[in-house]
């Protein structure tokens, strides 16, 4: 996905914005049968599509689904605590998204990510209908329902070996807001006259980074937050808007092989 991106990926970042691919680091690569690139923006790239379809022959792609709402809610709550210069409420982010009844567009970074990415049906349908039995489609409810099931028939799948089924596996991503303590904001934005300072002083970038993102790391751990209770109305308003992706998440085998979906 390298390049100009194709659609804004926050509100903070319009479309036509740079996206600059990381450099890699391998030095913890054992020969490792398969390599992970896990991104919530491929699967809704045209550009990403075309170069796993033509250049990337041996790439699986699995691709997990959500009910559109929670997905919708989880993304501005994603933004909340990783993006230093987003400060908008989820009423707010509501509120922009119905004064656009709830359409997205691919010029308004503000609420793309809430309008937009929460529509999956014909992505996956495209990446489905692209790429066949290289693709795997996941609902959410299924690693919710049984874990270790579904991670073992992608494990399969993929050629590997599953686990063990009193398997533990860990809970990650957990939600949560920025910090607001004076401290955490001092960490994520020092005043300019120290970051001018440590330029002068450490010239090299990379030095720089080495020192001062174990430091200042602690600054971006995001706070445990519960998520603000959506109103009955708004509720309604939002299952409409969102109908035909939940019609497609509730009778996935109507739209997808069955062959390609795991669901426990």
Request: hydrophobic share 40%.
């Amino acid at each position: 996905m390298a390049g100009a991106a194709e659609f804004p990926t926050a509100p903070i970042h319009p479309r036509g914005t740079a996206i600059i691919a990381p450099e890699p680091t391998f030095h913890k690569y054992a020969e490792e049968p398969w390599i992970l690139d896990k991104s919530a923006f491929h699967v809704y790239s045209e550009r990403a599509l075309a170069a796993v379809r033509d250049q990337m022959p041996e790439a699986r792609i699995i691709i997990t689904l959500r009910n559109p709402i929670d997905l919708m809610l989880s993304m501005h709550q994603e933004h909340s605590k990783r993006l230093v210069d987003y400060n908008v409420s989820q009423a707010d982010m509501l509120e922009l998204a119905a004064a656009r009844n709830f359409q997205p567009s691919a010029d308004d970074p503000q609420t793309w990510s809430f309008l937009a990415f929460p529509r999956l049906k014909h992505p996956t349908i495209k990446w489905a209908e692209s790429l066949g039995d290289r693709v795997r489609i996941v609902p959410l409810s299924s690693i919710k329902n049984d874990p270790v099931a579904t991670l073992n028939d992608i494990l399969t799948w993929l050629d590997l070996e599953p686990l063990p089924g009193d398997t533990k596996l860990p809970r990650q991503n957990e939600g949560g807001d920025m910090n607001p303590s004076s401290w955490a904001k001092f960490l994520r934005q020092p005043p300019k006259f120290i970051i001018t300072l440590t330029k002068i002083l450490l010239p090299s970038q990379r030095l720089r980074k080495a020192i001062f993102d174990p430091l200042r790391r602690p600054g971006f751990k995001a706070k445990a937050a519960s998520r603000p209770t959506l109103s009955d109305e708004l509720r309604i308003d939002l299952e409409a808007a969102f109908a035909e992706e939940i019609e497609f998440l509730a009778d996935l085998e109507s739209h997808i092989d069955s062959e390609l979906i795991i669901s426990h």
